[in-house]
T-cell receptor, first 117, second 116 residues
């Protein structure tokens, strides 16, 4: 199994409070991603990182920010949580390209269930 | 624009039946990659297979098989002789070679229930 952990695994918070979710990997993979999973939508990309301090927006980035100060850690922050951000959040990692070989597989962490009341 | 459609929201079968999960994709890229992931009731996402657009060979892994047809933009997944442990949500996903983010575009998933 890919070495990916997420913390916390469960969190209940109130509207308007800041929340930070952490993703930690031991695989030294270049790419890291945050997705949210909602019924009827599958997984949707929030933000991703392609290296330390290199991040970019995904499909549903409004209300979220990210940071990556070390290869192994990727943080997702909800500056002021809203009820619409109640979801299951998954972190994923991907090696990207090694030499001429492109690795597209993503490996996922266990998920964080966030409830915003 | 890229898109993945899994029209079957939920499928229920009796153990030992064969079942096929459909996946239809849209992309303008000539090189792309298709994936299947399994999400069992415990919630984790498990990688099952990757298929490259330039390799149309079908693949079999035990009771699992995948049928890739470029002509119909489909990448269907068949489970032969289904078992209760196959009960899960299955996601099909697409990644385009021209996308430097390597991101995956997911379908909405198909929930498979295998009854004893």
């Amino acid at each position: 199994d890919a070495g990916i952990t997420q913390s916390p695994r469960h969190k209940v918070t109130e509207t308007g409070t800041p929340v930070t979710l952490r993703c930690h990997q031991t695989e030294n993979h270049r790419y890291m991603y945050w997705y949210r999973q909602d019924p009827g939508h599958g997984l949707r990309l929030i933000h991703y990182s392609y290296g330390v301090k290199d991040t970019d927006k995904g499909e549903v980035s409004d209300g979220y920010s990210v940071s990556r100060s070390k290869t192994e850690d990727f943080l997702l922050t909800l500056e002021s949580a809203t009820s619409s951000q109640t979801s299951v959040y998954f972190c994923a990692i991907s090696e990207g390209t090694s030499g001429t070989v492109r690795y597209n597989e993503q490996f996922f962490g266990p998920g964080t269930r966030l409830t915003v009341l | 624009a890229q898109k993945v459609t899994q029209a079957q929201t939920e499928i229920s079968v009796v153990e030992k039946e064969d079942v096929t999960l459909d996946c239809v994709y849209e992309t303008r890229d000539t090189t792309y990659y298709l994936f299947w992931y399994k999400q069992p009731p415990s919630g984790e996402l498990v990688f099952l297979i990757r298929r490259n657009s330039f390799d149309e060979q079908n693949e079999i892994s035990g009771r699992y098989s995948w049928n890739f047809q470029k002509s119909t933009s489909s990448f269907n997944f068949t489970i032969t002789a289904s078992q209760v442990v196959d009960s899960a949500v299955y996601f099909c996903a697409l990644s385009e070679a021209g996308d430097s983010s390597y991101k995956l575009i997911f379908g909405s998933g198909t929930r498979l229930l295998v009854r004893p």
